[in-house]
C-alpha cells in the first residue's frame, strides 16, 4: 500500500481556497445567495472575544472566540450582516426558507 497523498498530482498549488480546511481567513468573495450578490467573510472568531452572535441558518448562539462565516448583501450596509456557522451557511440552500423562533427567544 502506497502513503496517502496530501497534494494534488502534478504539484501544482491551487491560487483560490477551496474550502474545508483550507479556507484562509479574512477572505472575502462573493456568492449568490436567495437571487442577490452576498459578501462572504471567514473569520477566525478571536478579535470578537465577549461577543456572541445568532446563527440565522439555525437559530444557536455562536459562542465568542468560535470560527465562522460573516455574511452580507453587496448593497447591503453594516446592520445587514449576518454572522453563521460555518457549515450553516453551506446548507443554505438545503434549510427551510424561516427558523421558527420561541416567542420568550433572544432575537441578537
Known amino acids: 500500500m502506497s502513503p496517502r497523498r496530501n497534494r494534488p498530482k502534478g504539484g501544482d498549488q491551487p ?11 479574512g477572505l472575502q468573495r462573493s456568492e449568490t445567495y436567495q437571487g442577490e450578490e452576498w459578501s462572504v467573510r471567514h473569520v477566525s472568531g478571536a478579535s470578537a472575544q465577549g461577543k456572541r452572535y445568532r446563527c440565522p441558518g439555525c437559530d444557536q448562539e455562536i459562542p465568542s472566540g468560535v470560527p465562522h462565516v460573516v455574511a452580507w448583501p453587496e448593497y447591503g450596509g453594516v446592520d445587514d450582516r449576518r454572522h453563521w456557522h460555518k457549515a450553516c451557511w453551506n446548507a443554505k440552500d438545503r434549510r427551510t426558507s424561516r427558523v421558527q ?8
Open 101 to 108: 423562533r420561541s416567542r420568550n427567544a433572544p432575537r441578537y
Open 15 to 25: 491560487t483560490e481556497p477551496t474550502g474545508g480546511a483550507g479556507e484562509r481567513f
